[in-house]
Structure formats: C-alpha cells, structure tokens
C-alpha cells in the first residue's frame, strides 16, 4: 500500500459511515411513557436522593463503576509529539475502543486543553465524580510524573499513566519469564535502559520492585549515560544514575545481560550485541521500527531471547494485555487506587499466564502447532481468551489484601464466570481470522475481479497480506477500474475469454470432459464452458493453478454453485455439501446451518451437516455444541419434521459419541441456559454453551440468518461451503466489501487447513 492509498484508507476508516470510532448507547428500556418517567422525571429523582443520602451508592444506580476516563493534553502522542488535544482524539478514540472489546469497559475520552499541570490537575479532579477510573494518556514528562502523582494523592477512584505502568506491567512480565529461561536471577543482571521518558522510567522501577538492583541499571537519555555529575537532571533521572564512567550505549552494552529499548530505532547495532552476556535478553520496544530489527538479532545471536513492540515477531510486548484488565480488576473491586501490589499482581499473572498450557484455539490463530513456553513464547498472544479471567481476578485479590477495595469480591468462581461473559464482543473473531489468514497468505481467485466491491475487496486482502489475489474477468473494465481506486499493484488478471488463454483453456476443457463425458457433456461443450469465469477458476483450483475461490457477488447462489460442484470432487464419505453462516453475536459466535444448498435434509444428511459444521467450528478455535433445531423439544410431537431431527440426533450420539449434540429443540430452549435447566436438565446441553444450530430445513435456516444479520446487528461471514474437496466459497448475492474480505480470509484458512489434511 502507497502512503497516500494509506492515508485515505485511515481517513475513510475513521470517516465512514459515521465519524469516530465510539458512541453511546442506552442501557435501559425507553419505548413507553412509563420508561421516559422512570429514566428522567420525576422518577430519576429517587436514586439521586438515595445517593446524596449515600454517597457510594452511585456505584448502585449509576454507569460510574463501568466507566473510565482516557484523559490526554496532546503533548506527547505516539511518535508526533505535541499536537494538541484535537489532534490527539483520534488515538484517545482508539484507547476507548481497545478498554471495550478487551473488557467490556465504557470510556469516555477527555481531551484538555490544559499544557499547565496545575490546570490539568484541576481540571481532572473536577469531573472525577463521573468516573469509576482515570486512564492518563500521552501526557509528555516530567509533567506526566507530577499529574499522576497528585491525581492519585487527591482522587479516591484508581488512576493510572499507561504510557508509563502498562509498558512496565508488560515488559517485566516478560523479563520475569526470559530470566527463568536464560538461567538468571533479576537479582544480578545487569540492565541497560535505553530512554529515559515516563516509560522507561516506570519500566525500571517496575523491576526495581521484583528485585533488580538500582547500581545495576544504565539508563541512557538523548544526550548519553546518565550518571551522577549531570546538572540537568529530573528527579526521576536522578534515581538511575550512575557512577560508572560510562558516555554511551556502546560502552554501556558490554556484558550487560538485558538490554531494554524504550528510545530510537536501529540504535543498538550488531557489533554492540555481540558484546553482551551469554542469554542476553533483549527488548527492542521503539515502534514501529525497533533498537534493532528481530531478524538482525537473531541472526547476530543464537541464544539471544528477543522481544519487540510489533505483532509481526514472537514475543510482543503490547500494552493491551494489560491495562483493559487492570482497570477491569480495579472497578470490579471499587478501589480507591491502582497501587505497586496490584501492579506486581497483574506482572505475575500475564507470567505465570505463559507457562500454561495454551488453548487450541490461540494456536489457530496464529497458525501454530502448539505455543508453549519457550524463548519464542514468554508472554501470551494478546487475543487469548483467558486473559480476561485471569489478570482481573488477580488484579482484584492483591486490592483487596492490599486494602483499596471497598468492595470485596466473595464468589470467584461467579466473578469469572461474569468475566468470561464479557468475552462476547466477537470482532475478535474476525480478526484472529484474518491474523491466521495472514500467517500463510494463498493463491484466491477472485472471479469477479471487474465488479467495484469485488476489486476493493482483493485490493483490501493484498494490503493487508491476507491472500494473494489472482483477478479474473474483462481485463480492460478491471484495468479501467483500478486505476479508478490506485490499485497499481502486480497481481495476476486473466480473462478467460481472450485467445492468449487458448491453451490453458483446452487443456481445463480435456480435463473437465474426461471428468463429466458420461453425464452428457462433450469435448465442445467443456471447451465453451471454460469461456465461462466460474467453470475456468474452479479448474484452476482442480488444476493447482490456485488455492481457492470466492464467486457469487453477482449471480445467483444456484448458477454459481453448480459449475463448482460439476468440477470439484467432494470429500471423502461426502454425499451431499453444505454451507453454514457465522454469526457474530453480542453473545458470542453462532455458526447456522445448511443457510443456503440443502432444501429438505434427511436425517443422515442432517447428521453429516451437523458433523460438518462442527468440523468448520474447530478450524475457528471453537470446541462445538450443537442443537439440533425443531418446532418441538425432545420427542414431544411426532410429526415426521420432528421425528426426522431426533433420528439425526440419535445417528450422531453413534456416529460421534464425544460430540456435544442434542435434539430436537426449540431455539429459545438452545439458547437459553436458565430455561433449558429448568425444563429439561437431562439434556447434555444444559450448562453449555450452544455455538452451533443446525435447522430441519432450508427455508428456517436461510429466513433465520438473513432477519439475524438485518435485525440484530449481527455479522453474517458465510455462506461457508462444507465438504468440498478445495477451497471454494461462494458469496451472498451484492455482498459488501467487508464481508467479501471476511470470506477471502475464510478462503485462505480453509487452503491451510486442506493443505495440512492432504500432507
């Protein structure tokens, strides 16, 4: 991507189709006169005199204890320095988001215009009654220093710079764990600090706390080794100055076992790193360029542990394992301040969190065979699900012991259960999805490469790496268009019906006739369908000229699937193909099934449908439960509909004895926990949760998903084509270019996966 294809994508991303990245929600009903009364006047009236009565009783009535401030001057934001607090709300947006999808928490970022501490300051402690949590933000030093230290003096609500303590939090997480595997105590290293702003700072003493020694930390600033004789120094420099006769970081590097970048780019050279200790240990955090390339470490030193700021290298040391789950911990608690204990805390539980065994469903998503503890793997993947239920109930504990909690938790065991509830946002889906697309990017055909979604869509998937596309369709509309959109880059377009492709064409055609000749088809009728864009992409497939497919933006569903299935094979013990839709819910993913092939199933092919889809939800880290839909619940009509879905249940209790499936059932009995346990407990469903509905019938399936996606806000990514033998996948009818990029990743995962089952 250009730098100016960049900048409009980032323009238009915050833009459209509404400007900001945030927005407010009610939480209440509001559709009769009776809610408006209760919500404002006069019923508004009574908790705010309960509350004047007892003041924490805000907490009670009020979104305060889910609510933090992401508050910011502009003097320090990212690499550009003092922009101003206007300029600075696009970041403080992002930061909201981030507290949202990662912990549930609702922000409001808080832009002042206000370079003077004490007016910041003031202004903070002003409008700190609407706050559960104050999120201080790109605040430049030493003035952030002081902000934070009067705010948390004069504030009974948790407050935190995390430019400052979520880095720190992060990286002596992971310095914790390379230490263990480098066979060194905290204790004795020798630590080179290269910067000296509020996160460098806060970085060293954060390790100063876990043990590491004041005399053996070199800390470096712009203007060299900080050391004592210095008369321009802060009183945070001043803790980590030396004695040592020490200008520079060349001399500073030699036999220092961690090195910890916090400064420029390519600063720490190749030479320098060869004067380091055995194991040495280094974090090269400058982003997105860091002290020194991953690639150049590695190569330089063999038993070097290396970790950067980026998410393209192992061992990326990212704030957002941190602060989401900290302040979750914090507010769930009520305390009155984030203190060193519950820091400490949350550093031992991201630790101790990389010395798990890792969920199956993490390995997917960054396409490995099984992370495990190791000198590539020394914290966890930010999208592990299990963070959220492990640093907050840690975070909370060390509240409580350490006495800030002014509301202790007393059920844990329901507490995580709460936290794991809050995992429902499920963007993440789609972005584990496209981060495992992007592991092993493959050959996608786009057959309808002249369409303007389509053509945005493959562009989008090239930039972002997700596939190699291959354009298929009028060479001159899919030239005309791309200049439209800038899309200059060399990617492969083939039209099928121009003379160049004669050969290509009647070697398809030889091999689609041998295939079909004894289902009517002869040698002149292949040789004309290969004109045909969806009979010549899905013998490019057949042919290993590819690795997978989309079709279907402009057709419909019927005429695109049939030349696929005509061509394709399916797997084997596969007598009839399926497609499921997955739903991305406010409760979680829900995969649906047959939405778009299956008109009226048997029971056999009810059962192979719901083993499909459960197959399809485990390529996306899910463990599946299924329900096996009807109008009736377990045997209670003996209409043949009914009766057909418990006889695929019963198939499948045979087939698959391990699966978690039951049936028939209602919907709302599926996805109800509460109701399904009190109706019917025996059901091997109860206490689960269901992530898989496989309908009796076409007509339920389809209607079903199509008023989802309009209705509820849902994300539709689907239709997914189930057992095919490659990796086909056709599009909804007009499909947007989001979802056409959603199924473009599904299309490279699923090339991933046939490729490992065929190895």
């Given at each position: 991507?250009?730098?100016?294809?960049?900048?409009?994508?980032?323009?238009?991303?915050?833009?459209?189709?509404?400007?900001?990245?945030?927005?407010?929600?009610?939480?209440?009903?509001?559709?009769?006169?009776?809610?408006?009364?209760?919500?404002?006047?006069?019923?508004?009236?009574?908790?705010?005199?309960?509350?004047?009565?007892?003041?924490?009783?805000?907490?009670?009535?009020?979104?305060?204890?889910?609510?933090?401030?992401?508050?910011?001057?502009?003097?320090?934001?990212?690499?550009?320095?003092?922009?101003?607090?206007?300029?600075?709300?696009?970041?403080?947006?992002?930061?909201?988001?981030?507290?949202?999808?990662?912990?549930?928490?609702?922000?409001?970022?808080?832009?002042?215009?206000?370079?003077?501490?004490?007016?910041?300051?003031?202004?903070?402690?002003?409008?700190?009654?609407?706050?559960?949590?104050?999120?201080?933000?790109?605040?430049?030093?030493?003035?952030?220093?002081?902000?934070?230290?009067?705010?948390?003096?004069?504030?009974?609500?948790?407050?935190?710079?995390?430019?400052?303590?979520?880095?720190?939090?992060?990286?002596?997480?992971?310095?914790?764990?390379?230490?263990?595997?480098?066979?060194?105590?905290?204790?004795?290293?020798?630590?080179?600090?290269?910067?000296?702003?509020?996160?460098?700072?806060?970085?060293?003493?954060?390790?100063?706390?876990?043990?590491?020694?004041?005399?053996?930390?070199?800390?470096?600033?712009s203007k060299g080794v900080i050391q004592k004789n210095r008369e321009d120094l802060t009183l945070e420099k001043?803790?980590?100055?030396?004695?040592?006769?020490?200008?520079?970081?060349?001399?500073?590097?030699?036999?220092?076992?961690?090195?910890?970048?916090?400064?420029?780019?390519?600063?720490?050279?190749?030479?320098?790193?060869?004067?380091?200790?055995?194991?040495?240990?280094?974090?090269?955090?400058?982003?997105?360029?860091?002290?020194?390339?991953?690639?150049?470490?590695?190569?330089?030193?063999?038993?070097?542990?290396?970790?950067?700021?980026?998410s393209d290298h192992p061992n990326q040391v990212n704030n957002v394992l941190g602060f989401p789950f900290i302040f979750r911990g914090a507010l769930d608690v009520k305390a009155t301040s984030i203190n060193e204990e519950m820091k400490m805390a949350a550093v031992k539980a991201i630790a101790d969190l990389a010395k798990e065994s890792v969920p199956e469903q993490v390995n997917i998503a960054y396409d490995e065979t099984r992370l495990s503890f190791g000198r590539d793997y020394i914290i966890p993947k930010p999208f592990d699900p299990r963070l959220i239920t492990t640093v907050p109930p840690a975070v909370a504990r060390a509240a409580m012991e350490s006495g800030v909690a002014t509301e202790p938790i007393e059920n844990w065991e329901r507490y995580r259960e709460n936290l794991e509830q809050r995992l429902g946002n499920t963007q993440k889906m789609i972005r584990l999805l496209h981060d495992r697309a992007k592991s092993a990017p493959k050959r996608l055909v786009f057959a309808e490469a002249d369409q303007m979604d389509v053509l945005k869509a493959a562009q989008i998937v090239f930039e972002e790496s997700i596939a190699i596309p291959i354009l298929l369709g009028n060479r001159k509309k899919i030239k005309e268009l791309c200049d439209l959109i800038e899309f200059n880059a060399d990617v492969e377009v083939i039209d099928p019906k121009e003379n160049e492709q004669n050969k290509i064409r009647n070697q398809y055609a030889e091999l689609f006739w041998h295939s079909q000749k004894r289902k009517g088809y002869t040698l002149y009728d292949a040789q004309r369908l290969m004109r045909e864009r969806n009979y010549f992409a899905s013998m490019m497939i057949k042919n290993g000229d590819a690795d997978a497919m989309i079709s279907g933006y402009s057709r419909n569903y019927r005429s695109v699937v049939k030349p696929i299935l005509e061509t394709i094979p399916k797997n084997k013990g596969v007598s009839r193909v399926a497609a499921a839709?997955?739903?991305?819910?406010?409760?979680?993913?829900?995969?649906?099934?047959?939405?778009?092939?299956?008109?009226?199933?048997?029971?056999?092919?009810?059962?192979?449908?719901?083993?499909?889809?459960?197959?399809?939800?485990?390529?996306?880290?899910?463990?599946?439960?299924?329900?096996?839909?009807?109008?009736?619940?377990?045997?209670?009509?003996?209409?043949?509909?009914?009766?057909?879905?418990?006889?695929?249940?019963?198939?499948?209790?045979?087939?698959?004895?391990?699966?978690?499936?039951?049936?028939p059932i209602q919907s709302d009995f599926a996805l109800n926990k509460k109701l399904l346990q009190d109706r019917f407990p025996f059901s091997s469903l109860t206490n689960k949760k269901v992530n898989i509905l496989v309908f009796p019938n076409l007509d339920a399936a389809n209607i079903t998903y199509k008023l989802m996606k309009e209705l509820n806000e849902a994300h539709s990514i689907g239709p997914i084509l189930m057992g095919l033998s490659e990796p086909i996948h056709i599009l909804q009818l007009g499909a947007s270019v989001s979802e056409i990029v959603n199924m473009s990743a599904v299309a490279v995962v699923d090339a991933q996966t046939k490729k490992k089952i065929n190895k």
């Open positions: 991507m250009s730098n100016q294809q960049h900048r409009r994508a980032a323009l238009v991303y915050h833009a459209k189709p509404k400007p900001g990245k945030t927005k407010v929600v009610p939480t209440k009903s509001y559709n009769t006169q009776r809610d408006l009364a209760l919500a404002y006047s006069p019923g508004v009236a009574i908790p705010c005199t309960e509350i004047e009565k007892q003041k924490s009783d805000v907490y009670k009535y009020t979104n305060k204890g889910n609510l933090v401030a992401v508050i910011t001057n502009g003097t320090a934001v990212l690499g550009l320095g003092d922009i101003g607090p206007c300029a600075s709300k696009p970041v403080m947006e992002g930061k909201a988001l981030l507290f949202k999808i990662f912990a549930g928490i609702d922000v409001f970022d808080i832009e002042l215009d206000a370079k003077d501490p004490e007016k910041f300051i003031e202004a903070v402690k002003a409008i700190s009654p609407t706050f559960g949590g104050i999120n201080l933000e790109d605040i430049r030093s030493p003035e952030a220093f002081e902000i934070e230290r009067r705010l948390k003096e004069e504030l009974d609500i948790p407050v935190m710079h995390d430019d400052q303590h979520g880095t720190a939090i992060i990286s002596a997480a992971a310095l914790l764990n390379a230490l263990e595997l480098a066979g060194k105590k905290i204790t004795d290293v020798k630590i080179v600090v290269s910067g000296a702003g509020a996160a460098a700072i806060a970085c060293a003493k954060l390790y100063v706390s876990f043990g590491a020694r004041t005399k053996n930390i070199v800390m470096l600033d001043a803790q980590f100055a030396t004695k040592r006769d020490l200008k520079t970081l060349e001399e500073a590097i030699v036999g220092a076992d961690v090195f910890i970048g916090l400064s420029q780019p390519n600063i720490l050279k190749k030479k320098m790193l060869e004067k380091m200790s055995i194991n040495p240990i280094v974090f090269a955090m400058a982003n997105p360029d860091p002290e020194i390339g991953y690639n150049d470490a590695c190569n330089t030193r063999n038993d070097i542990i290396m970790a950067t700021g980026r839709n997955l739903m991305l819910t406010k409760s979680g993913p829900l995969f649906l099934a047959d939405t778009t092939i299956n008109v009226d199933p048997s029971s056999k092919e009810l059962a192979k449908i719901a083993q499909m889809t459960g197959q399809m939800a485990k390529i996306f880290g899910l463990e599946p439960v299924i329900g096996m839909l009807s109008f009736s619940n377990f045997g209670s009509s003996r209409f043949p509909q009914a009766k057909k879905v418990s006889k695929a249940v019963t198939m499948l209790h045979r087939s698959n004895p391990d699966l978690i499936v039951d049936g």
